[in-house]
Nanobody
């Protein structure tokens, strides 16, 4: 089992920045790919970013490329999502997820473990 706890969400004005963190506990973290997803009210949960265990394979949702950066610290068992130039359409609950594989994937069904989510609200 892997437990994931997100933090760092909040209310920010458009153009602002936030950095989300996801702390993992339980089984080994190092060999898992990690992802961030988000879910806006009335919408499906969508892929945002993912990173493999070594950090050399990263994927992003097209609309966040150049604004969001995913990273991880395996020693601290933590994955991060740095978000800049935030837009109102980025408003959502952001979820951290772990995939029992060394490779990244964009489909939420590929991820076995999920955090409870952290709210990000971007005002216009």
């Amino acid at each position: 089992q892997v437990q994931l706890v997100e933090s760092g969400g909040g209310l920010v004005q458009a153009g602002g920045s936030l950095k989300l963190s996801c702390a993992a506990s339980g089984r080994t973290f190092r060999n898992y790919a990690m992802g961030w997803f988000r879910q806006a009210p009335g919408k499906e949960r969508e892929f945002v970013a993912a990173i493999n265990w070594s950090g050399n394979n990263i994927r992003y949702l097209d609309s966040v490329k150049g604004r969001f950066t995913i990273s991880r610290d395996n020693g601290k068992k933590t994955v991060y999502l740095q978000m800049i130039s935030l837009k109102p359409e980025d408003t959502a609950v952001y979820y951290c997820a772990a995939r029992v594989s060394e490779s990244v994937h964009t489909a939420k069904r590929e991820y076995s473990y999920w955090g409870q989510g952290t709210q990000v609200t971007v005002s216009s």
